[in-house]
């Protein structure tokens, strides 16, 4: 089967069960496969690494296609591709490279546990992992909260660690099956249930340079994190376009009130999509990252009202379950803006960078 014949029967499987990777977190271990047979893994890697080639753009795209249909395989994809990312920009030239194939064959989960690192790069929160020297390396211990795409067949996890010698703080790939490494249960979520969002604990997890992603956090944060945020803006464009469609498909009469409202959203929604894949490939969002804090609320506002528009043209039909869709778009989309960088905290940086500039 070609690319496009994969996608379409990933996007037929998704159609089907999507209802039941928002509700049943039983379904995990279906979703991870089944993006590998889609194809959709491997954008944006290079073919000489065994990718499919095409740029960080196209990945974005991919992620939005993969939310059209369901966002809790779109937030898994995201999980998986940033951590493909992760290893892409890895600057430790002894950094583990069959750890790739591995991941673009499904084999193994990425799972980021970088919304501590990135609360630490904006100063909110202090790094929640520790690593200490030890004759094979380093050993490893802390907790975080919340991770996803932590596949119970088997997972590599990547985590920031300030280190006791007081040398910068570090990025390291946690495998899952190292002594001292404990995955929760399922987190008891109110959607994207089938997601393998659970908690991780390190206690005394040894391991060496080549589980290193970066010796040096902070400024390997600063130069992942446009793609970090492009992938995951990646689920509002598709969350929005798959409720305007629905809006689009409802009866001609609420359909016929809202038209211009909607029009106008649909030409806001593809503005905001050229401007996040040109501003993540042309650098833009590196140099000036408050363009890219920018662009994620404004999505986040489309997503709002996208669902808003949906909802008033589904009429009682969107309030019943299992019924195209509707219900479950509303609780994936009350996801949106708490993913970090959450709305909260980009609106509280990009206030501070005022107050600053005009001090
Ligand atoms: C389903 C699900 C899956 C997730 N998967 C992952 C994952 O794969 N990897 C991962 O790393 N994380 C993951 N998270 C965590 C997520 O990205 C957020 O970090 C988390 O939801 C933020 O909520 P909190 O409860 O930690 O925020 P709190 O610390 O309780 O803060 C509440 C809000 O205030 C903001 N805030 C707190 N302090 C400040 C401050 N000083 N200035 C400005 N704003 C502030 C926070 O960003 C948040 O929006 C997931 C969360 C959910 C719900």
């Known amino acids: ?143 975080l909260p919340w991770i996803t795409n ?36 399922d987190l008891d979520l109110i959607g994207l249930r089938a997601s393998n969002t659970a908690a991780l604990t ?17 400024n390997w944060l600063v130069r992942v994190r446009p793609a970090f945020l492009g992938l995951q803006c990646g689920m509002s464009i598709g969350l929005a376009r798959s409720a305007l469609l629905a809006t689009s498909q409802a009866g001609a009469a609420s359909r016929e009130s809202i038209r211009a409202e909607t029009g ?6 593809a503005e905001q999509t050229l401007r996040l894949k040109q501003g993540v490939v042309d650098g833009t969002f590196f140099e000036r990252p408050a363009a890219l804090f920018e662009l994620r609320i404004a999505l986040v506002e489309t997503v709002t009202r996208a669902l808003s528009l949906e909802v008033q043209a589904s009429g009682g039909r969107g309030y019943l379950r299992n019924q195209g869709g509707t219900a479950r778009r509303v609780r994936e989309a009350s996801f949106i803006p708490i993913v970090t960088p959450s709305l909260v905290q980009l609106k509280a940086q990009l206030a501070q960078q005022r107050l600053a500039s005009a001090a």
């Not at 596949?151 to 495998?175: K, Q, T, Y």
Request: charge should be negative.
């Open 202 to 218: 390190v206690k005394s997890t040894v391991l060496d340079a080549r589980h290193r992603i970066t010796a040096d956090a902070r």
């Open 264 to 269: 106008a959203l649909e030409a806001t929604l």
């Open 1 to 143: 089967m070609n690319a496009t014949a994969c996608f379409e029967s990933l996007a037929a499987w998704l159609d089907t069960h999507a209802d039941a990777l928002d509700a049943q977190a039983s379904r995990a271990s279906d979703v991870l496969p089944q993006l590998v047979h889609g194809r959709v893994v491997g954008v944006g890697v290079p073919e000489a690494l065994g990718g499919a080639g095409g740029t960080i753009a196209d990945a974005i795209d991919t992620v939005a296609a993969v939310a059209e249909h369901s966002l809790t395989a779109a937030f898994v994809l995201w999980g998986h591709r940033t951590f493909i990312e992760y290893v892409l920009q890895s600057d430790n030239d002894a950094f583990d490279a069959d750890i790739l194939p591995r991941l673009l064959d499904g084999g193994i989960a990425g799972a980021t546990g970088l919304s501590n690192a990135m609360k630490y790069l904006s100063n909110i929160e202090a790094l929640q992992m520790h690593a200490a020297r030890h004759a094979d390396g380093f050993a490893l211990s802390g907790g």
């Open 150 to 185: 932590l596949r119970r067949e088997g997972f590599i996890a990547a985590a920031a660690f300030d280190h006791d010698d007081g040398s910068p703080p570090s990025i390291f790939a946690i495998p899952h099956d190292r002594s001292g490494v404990e995955r929760s249960d």
